[in-house]
Every structure is written in structure tokens, then in C-alpha cells.
């Protein structure tokens, strides 16, 4: 399922990335099917399957309906704003192909229930919706497990590696394609195929703002025959300054290792969902820092010595889950360690938690450098959000401190901060120089995390304003701006679609910039809403993780106006994409968009 809750999930790099769908037509429509007989079927003979739902880890799969008789055609997006419009909020959204049917999930039984009465008998482009609901998913290792033994059991084989007879290839080159797939091609072809993309991307816009806003059509003529039918020009890509060792946060599992040795912190091999645990060390990735990895081989050492297991997603029994470390070029670094205490005494615990602090303060893993090292309880989670655990400080600072374009940043434990930070210098660099400010602007910096983009551009404007949802980020923007010596940024947390509008309509400076850098899923429409009908807002830097995903933005932002959205709409004036992301398909888009003018020739 496609998250759409307010925050990312936890996974390691390689769930970011993009992977090629190399399915046939055929076995394309056969994995629908089985998804879906999966998703909603399930194995109701087999109670084992779903003994997860029991346990007290947050899930939303308890929360589960299936929405059916869906318009034909709709796609993530639309079911998402339709529920949206409805002040409806759900956790996953999942749509099969063409199917007219989806499955959604919810954070509790309450929103569960307002959906259901809400949209069963609803009707949406002329069908009348129906509700009801669904089947928890079976537990995916159990599933594949099951399946394996129903082959074995028939003669057949497990493996495709027995299948062929070939060779598995060596654990390093088997990580390496998954958390940094392009590892083994060549860097400028690499930002060939990045810049590609985002080609593709802006020729679609193209055509999306040729059907949305008719109007505009003879001003995209023109742009579309200079730019190889892109919506505005492309600037080169821009490369990273580094292409190896970049990352300064990692996220890594401590599961049993795909060599079976236990006790083992690194990326997982393959997907949950796919049946796999298994784990292989960073040692030889490509894109983890030489501090982090000695982070990583400290703390592997120490919890080897601990008589907890590694926590089994499949039993629901164990301890040691999870372990982030965050490092930075001032030498600092930050590790937290998730444990789930299951029914240990808090005497345990606190031992473990001494012994921890004596092992990386005054044993072998000083050596390690942790600045900071927290411990973190992951047991009983009633919220599906990592961000609402408690962290405990064992040992060191409560934070780190980054510099970045001369400047000085405090980060917290949730707190996010672009991880590859000589890139992050390039993006906002750009897009410093992309919002034309000058003395008497104001600058809206929209999903600010840190406070990095307004605090860059804060000596050159009148005022900044930043929007984040995450609180402790909330507070570490306030501090870098005292750090900095800057009186003239403001922070306010919350939802940016509850936030923004209000900010905005208080707003009467002429000259008003918007800086838009959001999570992967884009912007509220409620923002979008807003910024259109913000007129004296004329210009919009978006800085888009996902430029697909952030294409229904783009649109909104680009279409006529209408009962739903009003004022004068945006135009992109120039793009550009940063590669952020090394080794992957990963990359980061600039967009600039301009407010239309209708007192001039739109077609200029």
C-alpha cells in the first residue's frame, strides 16, 4: 500500500527507490489478482497468518474497509482527494490496475466507522459508491513460507537459484543492488538518466496543462515547440558533489543476517512483503559513510555481547529492532538504537542502558565517535508514527550539529535534514538564486523541517515565515535561528494545509515568496487551494523528492480557474534537477512557477 500518512516511514534507502516493473500483460494482470485475493481474502483457515493483528504493534490493517464500484480509470491520487474532500483520512490506499475496487486503512475504529458511513451509498462520477469491511492482510512471511512448503511438498523447487543452477551472486553485489541499484554504472550516465526523467515529467505537464487550462495553449505552443515539448526549459542537471559516502542518515535493521549469522545490523536483502528478514552489514555499500559504518560494527559488537535476541517480525518475539545513526562534517554523530522491552523489568532495562553508555563512553566503542546515543522503546505502539516514541539520552548531547552554506544547524532525533548535505548546499544554492528576492520580500517556507532554506536565505529578505509539522524540528528551526543570529524568521507547527492558508491571508506584503519542499506524496490540496488564491503570491520555488508523485500539485497549481479553484494560475518558467541521490534513480526536482498575468499577453 502507498503511505499517506503525515510522516515517512521508516525503511532503509533502497525503499525510496524506484524499481522497473519488468511483468509481462499477462503476469501483470495474474499479480493483481493474487494481490488482491491477499489483500483482501486472505487465509482465513490458517489464524497463525494474521496473529500480528493480535499483538500490540500498531497496525492499521484492524482498520481496513474495501471501497467498491469505483469510477472508471481513478488512480491514487483521485481516490485520495475524493477522500480528502470528505475530511476523510486514511493511513494506506491501495488500487488494483483498472480494478473498480481499492482497499483503505485508517489509524483507529473511528475513522474507520466515519468512512464507512460517509462514503458507502456516495455518489462519485456516476456510480454509486459501496463500503464494507475488509479482511486483514495474511502475515507476508508466513504466506510465502506456507507457499514454499506447498511446492516442496509437490516435488517442486523453492529457488529459482535451483531452478537455473546458477551461482547466487556474492551478498556484497547482492545489497548493492538493492539500496544503490546503479552502483555499477558510470556517474554521467547516471545523470543521463535522471535528467531523462525529468524530461518525461515535464513533457507530461505539458499536456496536462494543454487539457486543464485552454487558455494557455497558445503560450504552451510556443514553449513546447522550443523546449523538445517540455512545458519550460531544463537547465543541466546538477551533479553531487560527492558520489560515495554521502549519506549522513541511515536507517538499518538488526535481524538475523542473510549468511545466518544473528545479531546482524544492516540493510534487509529483500522486502518484508516479498518474505524476507534477512540482513547483510553496510561494510561494502557505496553510499554509507566510513563513520557510520564504524557506528554500525560497534554497535554490532556490543549487542552480540547482550543475551537479547534480535525482535522476529514473524513471532513478535525478540528485542534489538532497529538502529539510526546520523553523522555530520563537524565530526559529531548520533545513534538510537529501537528495542522492544516485550515484558522485561524496568531493573533489565536500565542495565542494558548502563552498560550501553559504559561501552561507547569508556569501552571499546568510544572509538566509534557517538556524540549522542539514545535508546528507544518500540514495544506496546498505539500510533503508526515513529516520531510519537519516546527517546531516552543514554549518553552525550541530546543533539547534533550540522554546518551547511557557512551556517550553523542543530538537529534532533526526528528532526529531518537533507541526508546528503554537499548536495543539499547545490539545491539551496538554486534556489536561493531562482526566488529573486530582494530586501522587502517575505519568503514562505512550507514543510521547513530544520529551518535549512529559510535561515539560507534570511539576510537577503525582509522576513521568513516556516511551516513544519514535526515539533522537535519546530524547535530546532527556532534555535538555528538564534544560532545564526537572525531576528527576522518566525516557525509555527502544524499541518501545513490547517497552517498555511491562515498564515497567508494575514500576509498584505506585495511581494510574497513561497518555498514548497514537501514529503514524497506532495502537497494538501487545501495548500494548493490556498496558494492560488493568494494573488499577491506571484512566484513558487517547489522542490519536489518526487516529481511524479507531486504532478497532480503541478497540475492544480497550472489549471484554469473554476468553482473549485480560484485566482489566477501558475506557469513553469524553468526547471532543474539535483541529484541528491548517488548510485540510485532517486532525484530531486526545482520547479519555478509564475503567476499568470492576465494584463499582459499570455502568450508572451
Aim: hydrophobic content about 35%; some cysteine; proline content about 5%.
Amino acid at each position: 500500500m502507498a503511505d499517506v500518512s503525515g510522516s515517512p516511514p521508516i525503511l532503509s534507502p533502497s525503499s525510496k527507490e524506484e524499481k522497473r516493473d519488468d511483468l509481462t500483460q499477462e503476469s501483470k494482470h495474474d499479480a493483481i489478482k493474487s494481490d488482491a485475493q491477499a489483500e483482501g481474502e486472505g487465509a482465513a483457515s490458517d489464524s497463525s497468518m494474521y496473529r500480528y493483528i493480535k499483538e500490540d504493534l500498531f497496525t492499521s490493517e484492524i482498520y481496513k474497509v474495501e471501497i467498491r464500484n469505483l469510477p472508471k480509470f481513478i488512480g491514487f491520487n483521485d481516490l485520495k482527494k475524493f477522500l480528502a474532500k470528505h475530511n476523510l483520512n486514511p493511513h494506506k490506499i491501495k488500487l488494483f490496475g483498472r480494478q473498480t475496487f481499492a482497499f483503505v486503512t485508517f489509524k483507529n475504529e473511528e475513522e474507520r466507522d466515519k468512512a464507512m458511513k460517509m462514503v458507502h451509498g456516495m455518489q462519485w462520477k456516476g456510480q454509486v459508491l459501496s463500503v464494507r469491511l475488509a479482511k486483514p492482510k495474511a502475515d507476508p512471511i508466513l504466506r510465502k513460507r506456507r507457499q514454499e512448503e506447498g511446492e516442496g511438498t509437490r516435488g517442486q523447487p523453492p529457488s529459482k537459484r535451483a531452478e537455473g543452477g546458477e551461482e547466487e551472486e556474492p551478498l556484497s553485489v547482492q545489497i548493492a543492488n538493492v539500496v544503490t541499484p546503479l552502483w555499477n554504472v558510470p556517474y554521467e550516465e547516471q545523470l543521463r538518466r535522471k535528467e531523462q526523467e525529468v524530461v518525461g515529467v515535464l513533457q507530461r505537464l505539458a499536456k496536462e496543462i494543454g487539457s486543464t487550462n485552454k487558455a494557455m495553449l497558445p503560450w504552451l505552443f510556443a514553449q513546447k515547440g522550443k523546449f523538445n515539448k517540455m512545458c519550460c526549459p531544463l537547465e543541466p542537471i546538477r551533479p553531487s558533489p560527492t558520489q560515495t559516502e554521502y549519506r549522513n542518515k541511515c536507517e538499518f535493521l538488526i535481524s538475523v543476517g542473510a549468511d545466518d549469522e544473528d545479531k546482524t545490523i544492516g540493510f534487509r536483502l529483500g522486502k518484508y512483503k516479498g518474505g524476507s528478514c534477512a540482513v547483510v552489514g553496510p561494510a561494502d555499500t557505496c553510499h554509507v559513510s566510513a563513520e557510520a559504518k564504524k557506528v554500525v560494527s560497534e554497535f554490532q559488537k556490543f549487542i552480540r555481547t547482550t543475551p537479547y535476541s534480535v525482535y522476529c517480525p514473524e513471532t513478535y518475539e525478540g528485542h534489538w529492532k532497529q538502529l539510526t545513526v546520523r553523522t555530520t562534517r563537524t565530526k559529531e554523530a548520533m545513534a538510537m538504537v529501537f528495542f522492544n522491552p516485550q515484558k522485561l523489568e524496568e531493573k533489565e532495562l536500565d542495565d542494558l542502558k548502563s552498560s550501553m553508555k559504559d561501552y561507547f563512553t569508556e569501552g571499546e566503542g568510544k572509538e566509534c565517535g557517538i556524540t549522542s546515543l539514545y535508546f528507544v522503546r518500540e514495544g506496546q505502539r498505539t500510533s503508526p508514527n515513529l516520531e510519537d516514541l519516546p527517546c531516552e539520552l543514554v549518553a552525550g548531547e541530546s543533539c547534533i550539529h550540522e554546518e551547511l552554506l557557512s551556517l550553523k544547524f542543530r538537529i534532533s532525533p526526528h528532526s529531518f535534514f537533507q541526508v546528503n548535505t554537499g548536495a543539499a548546499e547545490v539545491l539551496y544554492s538554486a534556489v536561493g538564486e531562482w526566488a529573486q528576492l530582494e530586501q522587502d520580500s517575505v519568503v514562505l517556507d512550507v514543510c521547513c523541517g530544520t529551518g535549512t532554506i529559510g535561515i539560507s536565505l534570511a539576510k537577503r529578505v525582509k522576513r521568513v515565515i516556516g511551516i513544519e509539522l514535526c515539533q522537535e524540528a519546530v524547535e530546532d528551526a527556532k534555535v538555528n535561528a538564534k544560532l545564526n543570529g537572525l531576528s527576522n524568521v518566525e516557525f509555527h507547527c502544524g499541518r501545513a494545509e490547517d497552517v498555511f492558508p491562515n498564515i497567508l491571508n494575514a500576509l498584505v506584503s506585495p511581494n510574497v515568496t513561497a518555498i514548497v519542499d514537501p514529503p514524497r506524496a506532495g502537497l494538501h490540496s487545501k495548500v494548493i487551494l490556498a496558494i492560488r488564491r493568494a494573488e499577491h503570491l506571484k512566484r513558487l520555488v517547489y522542490v519536489a523528492c518526487n516529481a511524479k508523485a507531486a504532478m497532480t500539485n503541478f497540475i492544480d497549481l497550472c489549471r484554469a480557474p473554476s468553482n473549485r479553484v480560484h485566482g489566477a494560475p501558475f506557469r513553469p518558467v524553468r526547471a532543474m534537477a539535483v541529484d541528491l541521490f548517488p548510485q540510485t534513480m532517486h532525484v530531486e526536482m526545482l520547479l519555478l512557477l509564475e503567476r499568470v498575468d492576465y494584463n499582459e499577453d499570455t502568450g508572451s
